[in-house]
């Protein structure tokens, strides 16, 4: 339902992708090219590091006694440079600008939804495993709370 004329001639400029690593990733990431490509619009392809991923829970492994743990910290950003570096190049080939950005916040659904309220995305597209009932209960899901307190529209790829 279009609740204002504003609503009614909305026009998508800016397309925030969320990615992470699980499969889904790939379907979405089509999509976000697919939809950037048809509206002549911009993708900024993020990829949250979870702040327990990067600070004292990482000591499970060890990190802090061993001076690992900058090098640890490293090497997740490294990694999600390289999922990103990905997008950036099938963006390139079908001609969208594609900018990327590495992001350490949690949860991590908060720092993808201040994320795109503070730059101004016209459209959130996210990937999900679609999951239901217990699942969902037990685990949460980052891509429901994204759709659910976005101050855009969110297109779940699955």
Do not use: W
Not at 91 to 103: A, I, K, P
Not at 121 to 145: R, Y
């Amino acid at each position: 339902m279009i609740k204002n004329m504003a609503q009614k001639n909305a026009v998508v400029k800016k397309i925030l992708l969320a990615i992470d690593k699980s499969g889904y990733k790939d379907k979405a990431t089509a999509y976000a090219i697919m939809l950037a490509k048809s509206l002549e619009a911009e993708i900024t392809v993020i990829y949250v590091i979870g702040k327990s991923s990067m600070g004292a829970t990482a000591d499970v492994l060890g990190y802090y006694r061993g001076g690992k743990l900058k090098a640890y910290q490293e090497a997740l950003k490294k990694d999600a440079e390289r999922l990103l570096d990905k997008v950036v190049q099938a963006g390139e080939n079908e001609g969208v600008v594609v900018r990327q950005q590495v992001l350490v916040g949690s949860p991590v659904k908060k720092a993808i939804l201040d994320y795109a309220k503070n730059h101004k995305i016209d459209l959130i597209v996210i990937g999900t495993k679609g999951m239901t009932g217990i699942e969902k209960f037990l685990m949460g899901s980052v891509a429901n709370d994204v759709i659910t307190y976005a101050h855009c529209p969110v297109l779940a790829v699955r």
